[in-house]
């Protein structure tokens, strides 16, 4: 069965530094690995897919890489602002359906 | 080009009453996924459905049921409420299952 683990739960950071969120997951056999963005209260905005045969995706300040043999990704956000603070989740697709981590709580403290 | 809309926005409800939650599809996507998010948890996937059939099912009672129609839009319901009903509904659609899934804004359901 495919267990979604997010590391960590919650973090929080001042304004301007680099940060790394990271996603592993139990099995392999996955199509592909989307990570979301939701805040409070809200729906989930999709932020970078990768697909099993790619090992980054890059959208702005955002890289997200993918290790299949490992069972690992890692969102990498850059120069992290205020508006970044929300609840990161990231999620495999297997079998047509998404599994999600327990997501990391990011607070950027101006 | 609207993305995926839900309706309501909220909803309160007694323990033992009947829900439908509603949800319209991104324009040229064809497959609905319904998940439910409790507080401080991950998206839980309860089912999905393409060209008007239940394709696959998560790990969800037989209390909670679905439906879709031709123009792909899709219904939830959830029969007998419990207090542990009691989350955000997330319907996600996609350009069959494989490819990227979009949410809409949730419905809000609390149990009473």
């Known amino acids: 069965k495919q267990e979604v683990t997010q590391i960590p739960a919650a973090l929080s950071v001042p304004e301007g530094e680099n940060l790394v969120l990271n996603c592993s997951f139990t099995?392999?056999?996955?199509?592909?690995l989307q990570w979301f963005r939701q805040d409070p209260g809200k729906g989930l905005t999709s932020l970078l897919l990768?697909?099993?045969?790619?090992r980054e995706q890059t959208s702005g300040r955002l890289n997200a890489s993918l290790d299949k043999s490992s069972g690992r990704s890692t969102l990498y956000i850059a120069a992290s602002q205020p508006g970044d603070s929300a609840t990161y989740l990231c999620?495999?697709?297997?079998?047509?359906?998404?599994?999600f981590g327990q997501g990391t709580e990011l607070s950027v403290k101006p | 080009d609207a993305g995926v809309t839900q309706s309501p926005t909220h909803l309160i409800k007694t323990r033992g009453q009947q829900v439908t939650l509603r949800c319209s599809p991104k324009?040229?996507?064809?497959?609905v996924s319904w998940y439910q998010q409790a507080l401080g948890q991950g998206p839980q996937f309860i089912f999905q459905?393409?060209?008007?059939?239940?394709?696959q099912r998560g790990n969800f009672p037989d209390r909670f049921s679905g439906h879709q129609f031709p123009n792909y839009s899709s219904e939830l319901n959830v029969n007998a409420l419990l207090l542990g009903d009691s989350a955000l509904y997330l319907c996600?659609?996609?350009?069959?299952?494989?490819?990227?899934?979009?949410f809409g804004p949730g419905t809000r359901l609390t149990v009473t």
């Open positions: 324009s040229g996507h064809d497959t």
């Open positions: 990768i697909q099993s045969s790619q």
């Open positions: 996600a659609s996609s350009l069959t299952d494989l490819f990227e899934q979009y």
């Open positions: 459905y393409y060209e008007e059939e239940e394709r």
């Open positions: 099995d392999s056999a996955i199509y592909n």
């Open positions: 999620a495999v697709v297997q079998g047509g359906k998404l599994i």
